[in-house]
């Protein structure tokens, strides 16, 4: 059985680990549009700089800078997705946002029984738990907006339940 401090630990346990869950998401989300945006404009600047080659009507003035302009920026864009690794970003936050969530879900198991022997176990090892997710999350940037947002949201749809 958990004392009333447990217990709002695990309410409160409950409701950061849906909050996080929704802010990984979201985060995953950015990281493909990131890679996406980054990779059609590679292909556009690319395309655009074998067509000004090919194309024979430029005024000479513009045939002897836009093609090597074009190709640079096409070297940068491809340097930047590179570098910026989207696509391990976007697998590892959504990585992230699928932990949180099961463990959102044993915080709401544990809070839909929390007079059970083993509460008090449970809950310690929910705490370590989230203690190791957040060393995970340690590389991601932090928006303090959209963890406001979620974490709003979370709260509004909680709030009928909210303890005592």
């Known amino acids: 059985m958990l004392s009333e401090a447990q217990q709002r630990r695990v309410w409160e346990g409950m409701l950061s680990?849906?909050?996080?869950t929704n802010y990984f998401a979201e985060l995953s989300g950015?990281?493909?549009?990131?890679?996406?945006?980054?990779?059609?404009a590679i292909l556009l600047l690319s395309s655009?700089?074998?067509a000004t080659f090919l194309y024979i009507g430029l005024p000479a003035e513009v045939a002897s800078w836009l093609p090597p302009v074009l190709a640079l920026l096409t070297a940068a864009l491809a340097l930047r997705i590179l570098v910026a690794q989207y696509p391990k970003l976007a697998f590892d936050s959504a990585d992230l946002h699928s932990r949180w969530s099961r463990l959102a879900s044993k915080y709401e198991a544990l809070w839909e029984n929390v007079y059970a022997d083993d509460a008090g176990e449970r809950l310690q090892k929910l705490t370590e738990e989230g203690i190791e997710l957040s060393r995970l999350?340690?590389?991601?940037?932090?928006?303090?907006?959209?963890?406001?947002?979620?974490?709003d949201h979370v709260e509004r749809h909680h709030a009928a339940h909210v303890p005592a």
């Open 17 to 20: 680990a849906e909050i996080r």
């Open 30 to 40: 950015k990281y493909h549009r990131k890679q996406r945006v980054v990779t059609w």
């Open 48 to 50: 655009g700089a074998a």
């Open 137 to 151: 999350g340690n590389p991601f940037p932090y928006h303090e907006k959209a963890m406001l947002k979620w974490q």
